[in-house]
């Protein structure tokens, strides 16, 4: 068979496929957002809903160490805070190399799950 076949061939293959793909996904049968119709909404009683802290500059990242306590980074400042069980907020560290221009800054915080042993956190 020669190239020119080959290639005309994968052609109309490939437009084939896209046809059924972009059907399916405007049918709904592939590639959908199953929480835009998730039925009834669930409903949290206010007991369950508490503030922790108060008066945080763009907090945006969250992340739990063992013993419960809340590390919290602040976008625009580039400063990790600790946040315990009773309120009490404390800054841990500030970042100075973060660049909190643009969409930047201190985003994302993840405790290491050795944490116990190495003590470590990552931003």
Same mark, same amino acid.
């Given at each position: 068979?020669?190239?020119?076949?080959?290639?005309?061939?994968? +052609? $109309?293959?490939?437009?084939?496929?896209?046809?059924?793909?972009?059907?399916?996904?405007?049918?709904?049968?592939? &590639?959908?957002?199953? +929480?835009?119709?998730?039925?009834?909404? =669930? +409903?949290?009683?206010?007991?369950?809903?508490?503030?922790?802290?108060?008066?945080?500059?763009?907090?945006?990242? $969250?992340? &739990?160490?063992?013993?419960?306590?809340?590390?919290?980074?602040?976008?625009?400042?580039?400063? =990790?805070?600790?946040?315990?069980?009773?309120?009490?907020?404390?800054?841990?560290?500030?970042?100075?190399? $973060?660049?909190?221009?643009?969409?930047?800054?201190?985003?994302? =915080?993840?405790? +290491?799950?050795?944490?116990?042993?190495?003590?470590?956190?990552?931003?």
């Amino acid at each position: 068979m020669s190239r020119r076949k080959l290639a005309i061939g994968a +052609s $109309v293959l490939a437009i084939v496929v896209g046809l059924v793909v972009w059907t399916a996904w405007y049918l709904g049968l592939i &590639f959908t957002n199953p +929480s835009v119709n998730a039925g009834d909404p =669930i +409903s949290v009683p206010s007991s369950a809903v508490r503030t922790m802290a108060a008066n945080l500059e763009a907090p945006w990242g $969250v992340a &739990f160490l063992p013993d419960g306590t809340a590390l919290v980074t602040e976008r625009d400042t580039a400063r =990790i805070l600790s946040v315990k069980a009773d309120g009490t907020v404390t800054e841990v560290q500030r970042l100075d190399a $973060v660049d909190p221009g643009g969409e930047g800054g201190l985003l994302g =915080i993840a405790v +290491s799950p050795t944490y116990a042993s190495d003590a470590w956190v990552y931003v």
